[in-house]
């Protein structure tokens, strides 16, 4: 039996909503419940064997051995999607993790600390989650997510989708020379 909850790979984050809940468009054009959320993007050679175990399991928990052949699967290619993860391949495999918004994701680096600093975290960066498996049959629609219980930030990447470069980062050229300091100008002469 697989477990409830886990904790997945190694995957770089995209679309991070973590610290404020948003609502999203539903495919009907209304808009949905405010959620936190991150589109999760797994290299291709992620090891993703308990996540379709525990996606496997809350499937047959739900519909037993009738399991919907039209049911939506949480595993998507990133060339599959109507919206793909910008400056990623497109046999990277994307899943989204989502919590309602009276259920904010806990928050941590590396170091097990709580992250407070919202520039922190961003489309890019390689986090791993905890998550939960579960079945849903809403509205017509059948098929298996993942909520997110917690996150926590591995480490810094470059940004996806044209994020907004770390100003650490931006003016590393103009950092200041031993006993005087450099600037644009400077840099013609």
């Not at 886990?6 to 949905?32: C, H, N, S, W």
């Not at 992620?46 to 379709?52: F, I």
């Amino acid at each position: 039996m697989a477990e409830k909850t886990l904790i997945t790979p190694q995957f770089r984050g995209a679309y991070v909503q973590v610290f404020r809940a948003k609502a999203q468009k539903q495919e009907d054009g209304t808009m949905g419940a405010a959620k936190y959320t991150i589109r999760a993007a797994f290299p291709p050679d992620s090891d993703m064997k308990a996540l379709k175990a525990a996606a496997q399991q809350a499937a047959t928990d739900k519909w037993a051995d009738k399991i919907p052949k039209t049911m939506r699967s949480p595993f998507r290619t990133n060339e599959e999607l109507d919206n793909p993860v910008a400056g990623l391949g497109d046999d990277w495999i994307i899943m989204t993790f989502s919590a309602s918004d009276t259920s904010r994701p806990g928050l941590v680096n590396n170091r097990n600390e709580d992250i407070i600093d919202e520039t922190e975290v961003y489309s890019g960066a390689w986090f791993i989650a905890q998550v939960n498996a579960y079945a849903y049959d809403k509205a017509g629609n059948k098929g298996v997510s993942f909520g997110l219980l917690n996150l926590r930030k591995e480490r810094d990447d470059e940004p996806l989708g044209g994020g907004k470069q770390k100003a650490s980062k931006a003016f590393e050229a103009f950092a200041p020379a031993p006993g005087g300091s450099k600037t644009a100008g400077g840099m013609f002469d």
